[in-house]
T-cell receptor, first 113, second 112 residues
Framework: DAGVTQSPTHLIKTRGQQVTLRCSPK?????VSWYQQALGQGPQFIFQ???????QRGNFPDRFSGHQFPNYSSELNVNALLLGDSALYLC????????????FGSGTQLSVL | LAKTTQPISMDSYEGQEVNITCSHN???????ITWYQQFPSQGPRFIIQ???TKVTNEVASLFIPADRKSSTLSLPRVSLSDTAVYYC?????????????FGKGTKLSVIP
């Protein structure tokens, strides 16, 4: 039973570029959440997708957008990258749109130069 | 918005019991309290979850007082491999939205 998988594992971009990160949830899960984790900080909630719609959103600008596909996989898109967007981006899957048990992937390390 | 407060760091010797307390004064009525463990360059891993009183599993215990404004994660007989950051997670229903908020985490260092 595969857990949460994220791709790519590492990514280097330059300021102003756009990036797409991908996530496949744990088998049987229907909800995907995205988090941003800066070095030395706790994960910060970006948004959550359920039934292909954004259900909850944290305090992130519109440059951060997402999508969920019918197979429950998800993408995180970030436009007009800033140096401050450099972080570990984590995807978590769960069964409901609550803060119950989350299963996290290993993340995508994004570096913006 | 509700937030959680944890000690920034703790040190413990191998074999000791470690207790990490999280304060969450504005926890919502239907929220659960969940603790996660995170190693460097990995995603957080679920440890334990509870609503009230005491919960125990094979790796930890969680103590929650009646007012639910705090919780204590107890790790029995820690080993070097328990060195990690521990996060307390509760729902955040302030400002009319339901957000998921991690605390800043407690960095536990286990000493030989």
């Amino acid at each position: 039973d595969a857990g949460v998988t994220q791709s790519p594992t590492h990514l280097i971009k330059t300021r102003g570029q756009q990036v797409t990160l991908r996530c496949s949830p744990k088998s049987g899960h229907d909800t995907v959440s995205w988090y941003q984790q800066a070095l030395g900080q706790g994960p910060q909630f970006i948004f959550q997708y359920y039934e292909e719609e954004e259900r909850q959103r944290g305090n992130f600008p519109d440059r951060f957008s997402g999508h969920q596909f019918p197979n429950y996989s998800s993408e995180l898109n970030v436009n007009a990258l800033l140096l401050g967007d450099s972080a570990l981006y984590l995807c978590a899957s769960s069964l409901k749109t609550t803060n119950e048990k989350l299963f996290f992937g290993s993340g995508t390390q994004l570096s913006v130069l | 918005l509700a937030k959680t407060t944890q000690p920034i760091s703790m040190d413990s010797y191998e074999g000791q019991e470690v207790n990490i307390t999280c304060s969450h004064n504005n926890i919502a009525t239907n929220d659960y309290i969940t603790w996660y463990q995170q190693f460097p360059s990995q995603g957080p891993r679920f440890i334990i979850q509870g609503y009230k009183t005491k919960v125990t599993n094979e790796v930890a215990s969680l103590f929650i007082p009646a007012d639910r404004k705090s919780s204590t994660l107890s790790l029995p007989r820690v080993s070097l491999s328990d060195t990690a950051v521990y996060y307390c997670l509760v729902g955040d229903s302030g400002a009319g939205s339901y957000q998921l908020t991690f605390g800043k985490g407690t960095k536990l260092s286990v000493i030989p």
